[in-house]
């Protein structure tokens, strides 16, 4: 079965400084990938996703995300983090092809002044 | 813009209760979920429907039942709830064109008291 994992739980980030949240899938084949954002109170809200091709993508507020296939990986980067950053991260692949998630266990970012 | 909205961003009630959860989504999407979110388990999913009056379990339906007898309505539905359906409920849906992501409501806090 497909299954996903974020190692950290919690990350704390200066304001300004870089970021990177580590996402480990297992899937035999290539998967589909997304990194979704969950703001205290908030439902989730998509940053970005992978299907194929370049293995760099772009998201939205400024986030991007490498595939990695030979680490099985999925990392989601921001080269400046805000205030407004703080928030829980998931990463999600589509398992099976079947139009359901496997969503990791997420990780909460703090950002300090 | 996608919009699923969910009745209720609160609630309580009561052990021994029959409780509804309303979900509806305006993107004429074929696909919604319900999801259960607890704090280091990240999002389990507990039903799927793929159509109207079309039903799958998720990974965790026990206690749990599932109505969808309009496109853009999908009801969650505790049957007697219990103290450990305590949680956040989260409504999705999306498209079944491609692997596109899923859109989530902004959540439902239940409290079983």
């Known amino acids: 079965a497909q299954s996903v994992t974020q190692p950290d739980i919690h990350i704390t980030v200066s304001e300004g400084a870089s970021l990177e949240l580590r996402c480990n899938y297992s899937?035999?084949?290539?998967?589909?990938l997304f990194w979704y954002v969950q703001s205290p109170g908030q439902g989730l809200q998509l940053l970005l996703k992978y299907f194929s091709g370049d293995t760099l993508v772009q998201g939205i507020k400024g986030f991007e995300a490498e595939f990695k296939r030979s680490q099985s990986s999925f990392n989601l980067r921001k080269p400046s983090v805000h205030w407004s950053d703080a928030a829980e991260y998931f990463c999600a692949v589509d398992r099976s092809n079947d139009y359901k998630l496997s969503f990791g266990a997420g990780t909460t970012v703090t950002v300090r002044a | 813009d996608v919009k699923v909205t969910q009745s209720s961003r609160y609630l309580v009630k009561r052990t021994g209760e029959k409780v509804f959860l309303e979900c509806v989504q305006d993107m004429d999407h074929e696909n919604m979920f319900w999801y259960r979110q607890d704090p280091g388990l990240g999002l389990r999913l507990i039903y799927f429907?793929?159509?109207?009056?079309?039903?799958e379990k998720g990974d965790i339906p026990e206690g749990y039942s599932v109505s969808r007898e309009k496109k853009e309505r999908f009801s969650l539905i505790l049957e007697s709830a219990s103290t450990n359906q305590t949680s956040m409920y989260l409504c999705?849906?999306?498209?079944?064109?491609?692997?596109?992501?899923?859109?989530f409501g902004d959540g439902t806090r239940l409290s079983i008291l």
């Open positions: 999705a849906s999306s498209t079944r064109q491609g692997h596109q992501p899923q859109h």
């Open positions: 429907s793929y159509d109207v009056k079309m039903k």
């Open positions: 899937y035999g084949a290539t998967p589909y």
